[in-house]
């Protein structure tokens, strides 16, 4: 590549990557990039490959200052969950995920930052930005950043609307050879055909509860599918402010089974943000246990955090226990009932 090739073509990358809406233009791009970056190492005192740099710093620089972002670091912190999720949903690479393959990919990036968007960015603002290591709201978004490493790392989950979730639910309980299968093992890098079906059923199951349950919150409160519009790294699924400004961190736990003895498991990650739950005073996780019968009917049960080892029912009348815990897992199980007392309600719990 001569100089006038490499003056002319670092100018069109940096405007290309602003409209990049898929993986395949993300690819498109890398040849161009590592055309650029084979000239870089060639010639790093140049004074072109200094101002392609500079450029480079500056378009991701300039991703961490949009009014979105900078709005959401001044939400009162009373509303502290309400603020985690505006703040991420506004953070570069959950709005474009894939800047995060041209940083460290154009510049001699530490190897162990090179899948770390914001570990590469902060980086690279040390190396060529120091003037703005200090800056207040760049602290801020490192700080969240460094404080929620389960949001950071987390990805949306896959949903289709409700219809289409039974629809595939059916289409593999009747079929062990669908379609859909192949390419969901793929995706899970499992090789076992029945384990595929398994957890391919598991997970149109836990969707189609997560579904049925924001179908009832949506049009009563100010609320936020969180695992399918944000990410799945927060410790629950779904999000909303009630009318007393109460804000519910709601995890929806689905079964199929009719066993008396009820048990479910919550990852760490979501008992500590139940934990964390616990100790505001304008916060409350609820455990929404959903029942769905041969057909996908559902009833639902409620349940909120009473303590650390306590859930309990709107009615006060079922109590799920903490009985056995593992390095990733809580395990809870429902108690003794009175008798006659029905366990789920085809009625929207969340009005109660």
Partial sequence: MTELEFTQLWPDLLNQMQYINNINDACNLFSKLEQLKYYTIKHPNDENVKVFISALVQTYTSLFFPKELVDTFRIPDQFHYYKQLAICANLPYTVHPFYAYF???????????????????????????????????????????????????????????????????????????????????????????????????????????????????????????????????????IYYLDQNSIENLVEVKTTMSTNEADIFSMSENEYQTMINCLRRANAKYCICRVHLDSKLTPSYLLLTAKDEETLISNDGEIEYKLYQSSNSHKYFQKQPQKKNHMLYYASNPFTN
């Avoid at 899948?115 to 980086?123: E, N, R, S």
């Avoid at 219809?163 to 890098?189: C, P, R, T, W």
């Fill in 103 to 237: 940083l460290p990919k154009a510049l001699q990036t530490p190897s162990e930052l090179y899948v770390d968007f914001y570990g590469t960015f902060f980086w690279v603002l040390k190396q060529y930005r120091p003037d703005l290591i200090a800056n207040t709201h760049l602290q801020a978004v490192k700080s969240f950043v460094n404080q929620n490493p389960n949001i950071i790392r987390g990805s949306k989950d896959d949903y289709s609307n409700l219809d289409q979730e039974i629809a595939l639910y059916h289409k593999v309980m009747n079929n062990s050879n669908a379609k859909e299968l192949e390419g969901f093992g793929l995706a899970q890098q499992i090789m076992d055909p029945y384990e595929i079906q398994r957890q391919f059923i598991n997970k149109k199951v836990g969707n189609i509860g997560e579904l049925y349950t924001y179908r009832l919150i949506q049009p009563l409160y100010f609320s936020c599918f969180v695992a399918r519009d944000i990410k799945n790294g927060f410790g629950y699924d």
